[in-house]
């Protein structure tokens, strides 16, 4: 097992049948932030020139144990955040980010 699974929940390829040799897991702890109040994107949360104030441990979702959140409320914005490098080797190359089970609203 490489040394970065250890750390890492979840490390295998998400989606077996699509299976790529060359791919990143972003899966790990990540900034996290309810915006209940649907201000992050006035506030410039975005920006990312202060931290979000939480972490979530991903992929769980915030209603999970696991996630280190465990909350079962409603919320209907929240913001993640996380900084990575692309490997040296991607350089030149089409970069694609997906995430599973979440939703994007631009207004």
């Not at 097992?1 to 490390?11: G, H, K, S, V």
């Not at 006035?42 to 979000?52: D, H, I, K, V």
């Not at 979702?61 to 996630?67: A, H, T």
């Not at 900084?83 to 980010?97: A, I, K, N, Q, T």
Request: aromatic share 16%; glycine share 10%; with cysteine.
């Amino acid at each position: 097992m490489a040394e970065q699974d250890l750390f890492t929940p979840r490390p295998e390829y998400p989606r077996p049948q699509f299976v790529r040799s060359d791919w990143l897991n972003l899966n790990g702890v990540w900034e996290f932030a309810f915006d209940d109040a649907d201000v992050g994107l006035l506030e410039g949360w975005a920006t990312r020139e202060t931290p979000l104030g939480g972490e979530i441990l991903v992929p769980f979702p915030f209603q999970s144990g696991r996630s280190g959140i465990g909350r079962s409320d409603l919320h209907d914005i929240l913001w993640y955040a996380r900084c990575f490098d692309v490997p040296d080797s991607y350089l030149g190359r089409e970069v694609h980010l997906r995430f599973g089970a979440v939703d994007f609203y631009v207004k």
